[in-house]
Structures are given as structure tokens and as C-alpha cells.
């Protein structure tokens, strides 16, 4: 047995690999694009490993992806592709158009086609799970209850339209032709692997490096946060035993408005490398504009993962945070390969351009 994953060069993905494999021998096609965010040094540690085969190609690509099927006859695709970051998405959302919405169909014609063609056995077997985001539900107010899988779509930025895009495409495909689909909503992610584009490595990355920690607008947007290794724990239950077409939240009941976010990584880097001349780091954090159409909170109430799936995230936010502060200190080369742009150098030696 085989599955196929995308965008497994990613923060999210790399990690599911790693896990993946740590957990199981069954093997690993990873298809990625290796965007900016695509970083293949994520994934070093499985070089040799004959159970992992990385393919550098666009998911949307239909005649790679249909070869790959029919070369590897995965019984699950895993997608984790795509454009990830809400700045990035407002700065330029034709790119989260491109790849979140019409990647994602590309994806699903292809997969169409090969599970129609499976023997009745692996046809039954087959599962294709999408990844996605809490952000497609909108915004909550201090009071209003988590996100329930019921809760209205109402995205605020072209990053959550696109991702709420791609899921009803997947809702549509199981109603309308029976690809059998699981999808999951996932609330922050934070871990090893993260690229310093985003709230948490930012904040480690520019607090060593003497600059400024850049808060929106008052820093008291709230966010659910989980340790990446959990949200891995999650998909890898629900492709287990997800029930056919059901929509999975997942979420580590942890909400935590940004500053004190940023004041809790302040204060680990306190206490594990201080600032050589003996200040705090948070004399670094400095209020700048707020992002456009900010989104106030996000809440995600994970029960029917829990109780149905019985899953539970296995990491508290103090131990997760502490883990996670931990490894950009332990891992100053691949931090200084992402700030640099030296990963992209393998890009360019292995594949040109
Ligand atoms: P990421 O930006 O770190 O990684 C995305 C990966 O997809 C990269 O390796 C990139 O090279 C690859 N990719 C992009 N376009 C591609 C294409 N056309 N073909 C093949 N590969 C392509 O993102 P992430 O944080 O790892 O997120 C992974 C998934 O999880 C996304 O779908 C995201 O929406 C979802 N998600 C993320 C979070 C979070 O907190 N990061 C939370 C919930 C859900
Ligand atoms: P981010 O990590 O970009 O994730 P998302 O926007 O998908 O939730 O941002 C998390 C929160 O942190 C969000 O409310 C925006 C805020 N933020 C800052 O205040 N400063 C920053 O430099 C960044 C990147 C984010």
C-alpha cells in the first residue's frame, strides 16, 4: 500500500511525512511544487529511505498526477498543497486562485478518473483527504461559540475564499460522483519546520536577530493554536476512520490573542538565550498598521473529532511552544538557509532555473 501526498515539502506536510514514516512503513509519494514555502531540506532526514519518493511537479498538473496514480496506485491522496499565507494572499491573491482553487479541481479530476477505474475492492478502499482551515468559517466575536462543522463559510481574506473554494469542490465531488472524501479544519499550526513568514517563527527568527517583532493593529486577535504534530495525529485518525463525505475541525482548545503570544516567546528566549545585553526581548515588539480585514477570532470546537475518533491533541500549548522555541535554537543552519534563500540554491542545482 502506497499513499500519495501533496505539498509534503511544506511546513504541515513535511512534518506529516516525518510521522507518517516514523509511525508506519508504508510508503510516501510526495508531490511538491516547491514554491518558496517548499523547503526539501524539511525532508533530509529520509534521504535513502526507499519508503519516501519525492516527485518536484505541480498538483494541478494532470498529466503528471495521472501517471503518478497510475505508476504508484495510491489508496489515499493526502492534499496539503497550496498557498498559505493571508498577507501574501491580500499583497497577490491571483496565485491563491491559481493553486487553491483551480489546483485543487485539476487534483480532483485526476483523482476521479483513477479511483473510477479501481477494481471494486480498492475502489471502496480509496480516500482522498483535504486539508483546510479554520479560516474559512469567518471571524467570531469574544462571546460567540467555537466553530462547529455546521458553522456558516463566511471567508474574509482571498487566502480563506480560496480555501473555502477548494473545500466545496471536494463536498461537491463526494456528492455528485462519490469520491470518497475526508476534510479537516484546522485551527494555527506552530512546530518545527514553520517558515518565519508567519506569527511564531517570525517572532523567534527576529528576536535573535535583534529586530523588531511587528504586532498588528492592538495584538488582541485570537487564535486557536495546535503543535503541527497533533494536527498529524488528526488526519492520520480521520483517513483511519473519517466516515465518508463528514468534514472533521480540528483544534487544540487553546485560544490565545497574539500579543500574548508574542510575550510568551519573549519570554523563553529569556530564559534559554538571553539577550547579551540583559534586556527582555519583548523591548523589541513594536505595533505596526493591522492587516486589512483582519480577522478578530478564531474558535474551533474539535468534539466531534474527539468524541466520534476518539482524538486528543498530545501536546499542551506550554509544552508545544517550548518544544517549538527549542528547535529554532537547535536548528540555527536551517534557519539561516530559509533567511538567506540558500534552500532555493537545491532547487536550482537539482531541477535548473
Ligand atoms: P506551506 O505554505 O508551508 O506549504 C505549502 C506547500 O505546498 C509547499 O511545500 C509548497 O511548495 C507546496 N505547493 C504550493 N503550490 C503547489 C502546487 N501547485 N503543487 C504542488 N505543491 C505546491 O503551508 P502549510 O502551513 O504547511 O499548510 C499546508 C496545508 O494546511 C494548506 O492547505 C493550508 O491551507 C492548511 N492549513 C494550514 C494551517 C497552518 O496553520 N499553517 C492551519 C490549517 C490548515
Ligand atoms: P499568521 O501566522 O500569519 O496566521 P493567520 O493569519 O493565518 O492566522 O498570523 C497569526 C496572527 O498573528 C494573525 O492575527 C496576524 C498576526 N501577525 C502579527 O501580528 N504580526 C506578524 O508579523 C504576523 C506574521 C502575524
New binding site residues.
Given amino acids: 500500500m502506497t499513499i500519495l501526498v501533496?505539498?509534503?515539502?511544506?511546513?504541515?506536510?513535511?512534518n506529516f511525512v516525518l510521522d507518517w514514516l516514523r509511525a508506519s512503513d508504508e510508503p510516501v509519494i510526495n508531490?511538491?511544487?516547491?514554491?518558496?514555502?517548499?523547503?526539501r531540506q524539511n525532508l533530509t532526514s529520509l534521504d535513502g529511505d526507499a519508503r519516501h519518493t519525492f516527485v518536484h511537479?505541480?498538483?494541478?498538473?494532470a498529466a503528471l498526477v495521472d501517471q503518478l496514480l497510475a505508476t504508484h496506485q495510491p489508496r489515499a491522496v493526502l492534499?496539503?498543497?497550496?498557498?498559505?499565507?493571508v498577507d501574501r494572499s491580500i499583497s497577490g491573491p491571483g496565485e491563491f486562485i491559481q493553486?487553491?482553487i483551480v489546483?485543487t479541481f485539476n487534483l480532483l479530476e485526476a483523482v476521479r478518473a483513477y479511483w473510477g477505474g479501481l477494481e471494486a475492492t480498492s475502489k471502496a478502499a480509496f480516500r482522498f483527504l483535504h486539508?483546510?482551515?479554520?479560516?474559512v468559517y469567518g471571524s467570531l466575536s469574544k462571546t460567540d461559540p467555537a466553530f462547529t462543522e455546521v458553522h456558516r463559510y463566511e471567508p474574509n481574506s482571498p487566502?480563506s475564499a480560496s480555501?473555502a473554494a477548494s473545500d466545496h469542490l471536494v463536498r461537491a465531488y463526494h456528492h455528485t460522483y462519490g469520491l470518497p472524501v475526508l476534510t479537516t479544519?484546522?485551527?494555527?499550526?506552530?512546530g518545527p519546520f514553520?517558515?518565519p513568514e508567519?506569527l511564531i517563527p517570525l517572532m523567534i527568527v527576529n528576536a535573535q536577530a535583534g529586530k523588531a517583532l511587528p504586532v498588528y493593529g492592538d495584538g488582541q486577535q485570537i487564535r486557536d493554536w495546535l503543535y503541527v504534530t497533533d494536527?498529524c495525529s488528526a488526519i492520520r485518525r480521520v483517513l483511519e476512520a473519517g466516515r465518508l463525505g463528514e468534514v472533521y475541525n480540528v483544534g487544540g482548545w487553546n485560544e490565545k490573542p497574539n500579543l500574548e503570544i508574542v510575550h510568551t516567546v519573549c519570554a523563553l528566549l529569556d530564559e534559554l538565550k538571553p539577550r547579551s545585553d540583559g534586556k527582555p526581548y519583548q523591548d523589541q515588539i513594536t505595533y505596526v498598521t493591522d492587516r486589512p480585514g483582519h480577522d478578530r477570532r478564531y474558535a474551533i470546537d474539535a468534539r466531534k473529532l474527539e468524541i466520534e475518533l476518539g482524538w486528543t491533541p498530545a501536546e499542551t500549548f506550554e509544552t508545544g511552544i517550548r518544544k517549538t522555541v527549542q528547535w529554532y535554537l537547535d536548528n540555527p543552519d536551517w534557519v539561516a538557509n530559509v533567511l538567506s534563500g540558500g534552500y532555493r540554491d537545491w532547487v536550482a542545482q537539482q531541477y535548473g532555473n
Fill in positions: 501533496t505539498g509534503g515539502a511544506g511546513f504541515i506536510g513535511s508531490l511538491d511544487k516547491l514554491t518558496y514555502a517548499g523547503n511537479g505541480d498538483f494541478g498538473d492534499n496539503f498543497a497550496a498557498e498559505s499565507h493553486t487553491n489546483g486539508v483546510s482551515t479554520d479560516e487566502y480555501k479544519n484546522c485551527s494555527n499550526n506552530y514553520h517558515f508567519k494536527h
